[in-house]
């Protein structure tokens, strides 16, 4: 479904991405992780087509996107690291924003199911700056399932909000993706992923480890939970990147 | 476009900022006459109103709330919807409530005393304001991000 061939971005000297190149296809859970500043959140921009690879390309649906292109985006979802709206607009108002910047692209019913789980209507007459920071971690996951989008970005999800709706949300989350939709996500809750999961891509500062299954990244590691086997992972990887000559290393 | 430009004046107008701007407006214009004999010379202050506020608030204020909008900003690029439509859209929606404010704010120094003049005024603001939202939204390029 999304296809990346030699994705390469620079800020300046610092490399974001360096030459990544994975395929992604439907029904698929894929967690994006690696350490802070690993290029995870760049990734998912050149996905969305807010950043303009250096090089390399990407496919969707065995389409390029290019420099201007904005059709593919009818498919995705996008739920952001950090949603803040503007200040005076009401919660209905941005909902009402979203379906009329849509309608051209979207038929059918919208997917009301997680505002009603979360409990949002009680709360969709209150201005955006009265909201506290998990209702409007809510407000961006409703919007990102509203249209029923056959590619799902959620970019750390379950941050910031409570146990009870983190759970709904991953319950809709599994939902979707047993209904055939790829979701992309990026968490540092590796416990949140370990059910959602099926494949992992693993970036450090910018270069992509690994993109492997679950159930062979806990056979090589022999282990039996997913996060356990991740740590241990980072672990081996924390002591790599600590010895000088880490560049040489054949991993 | 127009979509985008309902909801952003809807988000601008009710603003504090704004509605103390637009009172400022409102009070200088209506002062401005009263305090000075003479019409031609309130005009003359109402063109420095218009010369240096105008387009100081319009740089100010485009500035703040591009970057006070810019989480929301990325979450509009993230649906399908082109980039220009969404640049275009968010600068209308700008300078059509700056324009508004403006326009009404200003009513009686337009509509009073000097008639001939008053038009001539109120157009100078009108074009003022586009240009400085416009120097606003410039100069988000710089920004690194």
């Given at each position: 479904m999304i296809q990346t061939q030699n994705l390469s971005k620079h800020f300046g000297k610092l490399c974001a991405l360096n030459n990544v190149s994975v395929s992604l296809q439907k029904g698929k859970g894929v967690s994006l992780i690696?350490?802070?500043?690993?290029g995870k959140t760049t990734f998912i921009k050149c996905l969305l087509g807010m950043v303009i690879p250096d090089a390399g390309r990407i496919c969707f649906n065995d389409q390029p996107i290019l420099r201007d292109s904005w059709d593919y985006r009818k498919q995705i979802g996008y739920m952001p690291q950090i949603g803040r709206y503007?200040?005076?607009?009401?919660v209905r108002q941005v909902f009402d924003l979203m379906t009329d910047l849509r309608k051209d692209s979207h038929c059918g019913p919208l997917d009301e199911e997680l505002i009603e789980e979360f409990g949002l209507k009680n709360s969709?007459?209150?201005?955006?700056?009265?909201?506290?920071g998990g209702t409007r971690q809510k407000v961006s996951a409703c919007l990102a399932f509203l249209f029923d989008p056959a590619v799902l970005v959620l970019d750390e999800?379950?941050?910031?909000?409570?146990p009870l709706a983190a759970e709904a949300l991953k319950a809709k989350v599994l939902r979707e993706q047993q209904k055939g939709k790829l979701v992309l996500m990026t968490s540092h809750i590796l416990n949140d992923l370990e059910e959602l999961t099926t494949d992992v891509m693993y970036l450090v500062e910018g270069d992509l480890l690994f993109f492997e299954s679950v159930e062979n990244i806990l056979e090589r590691t022999e282990e039996t939970r997913f996060a356990k086997a991740i740590a241990k992972i980072m672990a081996q990887q924390g002591k790599i990147s600590s010895t000088p000559q880490r560049k040489t290393i054949a991993l | 476009m127009s979509i985008l430009l309902r909801y952003i004046a809807y988000d601008i107008l009710r603003n504090r900022m704004i509605i103390a701007y637009t009172l400022f407006l409102l009070l200088m214009s209506a002062t401005m006459f009263s305090i000075e004999s003479n019409p031609g010379k309130g005009l003359l202050n109402l063109l420095n109103i218009v010369l240096i506020v105008v387009p100081l608030v319009s740089i100010i204020f485009s500035t703040i709330h591009y970057y006070n909008s810019y989480e929301f900003i990325e979450l509009l690029l993230a649906q399908p919807i082109p980039r220009k439509r969404l640049a275009f859209g968010q600068f209308l929606g700008w300078v059509c409530t700056f324009a508004g404010f403006f326009d009404w704010g200003g009513h009686p120094g337009f509509t009073d005393r000097v008639q001939q003049r008053g038009p001539q005024s109120g157009a100078d603001g009108g074009v003022s304001n586009p240009h400085f939202c416009g120097f606003g939204h410039v100069g988000r390029g710089a920004h690194p991000r």
């Amino acid at each position: 479904m999304i296809q990346t061939q030699n994705l390469s971005k620079h800020f300046g000297k610092l490399c974001a991405l360096n030459n990544v190149s994975v395929s992604l296809q439907k029904g698929k859970g894929v967690s994006l992780i690696g350490p802070n500043g690993s290029g995870k959140t760049t990734f998912i921009k050149c996905l969305l087509g807010m950043v303009i690879p250096d090089a390399g390309r990407i496919c969707f649906n065995d389409q390029p996107i290019l420099r201007d292109s904005w059709d593919y985006r009818k498919q995705i979802g996008y739920m952001p690291q950090i949603g803040r709206y503007p200040d005076n607009m009401r919660v209905r108002q941005v909902f009402d924003l979203m379906t009329d910047l849509r309608k051209d692209s979207h038929c059918g019913p919208l997917d009301e199911e997680l505002i009603e789980e979360f409990g949002l209507k009680n709360s969709f007459d209150k201005p955006m700056r009265t909201l506290s920071g998990g209702t409007r971690q809510k407000v961006s996951a409703c919007l990102a399932f509203l249209f029923d989008p056959a590619v799902l970005v959620l970019d750390e999800p379950t941050a910031g909000l409570d146990p009870l709706a983190a759970e709904a949300l991953k319950a809709k989350v599994l939902r979707e993706q047993q209904k055939g939709k790829l979701v992309l996500m990026t968490s540092h809750i590796l416990n949140d992923l370990e059910e959602l999961t099926t494949d992992v891509m693993y970036l450090v500062e910018g270069d992509l480890l690994f993109f492997e299954s679950v159930e062979n990244i806990l056979e090589r590691t022999e282990e039996t939970r997913f996060a356990k086997a991740i740590a241990k992972i980072m672990a081996q990887q924390g002591k790599i990147s600590s010895t000088p000559q880490r560049k040489t290393i054949a991993l | 476009m127009s979509i985008l430009l309902r909801y952003i004046a809807y988000d601008i107008l009710r603003n504090r900022m704004i509605i103390a701007y637009t009172l400022f407006l409102l009070l200088m214009s209506a002062t401005m006459f009263s305090i000075e004999s003479n019409p031609g010379k309130g005009l003359l202050n109402l063109l420095n109103i218009v010369l240096i506020v105008v387009p100081l608030v319009s740089i100010i204020f485009s500035t703040i709330h591009y970057y006070n909008s810019y989480e929301f900003i990325e979450l509009l690029l993230a649906q399908p919807i082109p980039r220009k439509r969404l640049a275009f859209g968010q600068f209308l929606g700008w300078v059509c409530t700056f324009a508004g404010f403006f326009d009404w704010g200003g009513h009686p120094g337009f509509t009073d005393r000097v008639q001939q003049r008053g038009p001539q005024s109120g157009a100078d603001g009108g074009v003022s304001n586009p240009h400085f939202c416009g120097f606003g939204h410039v100069g988000r390029g710089a920004h690194p991000r």
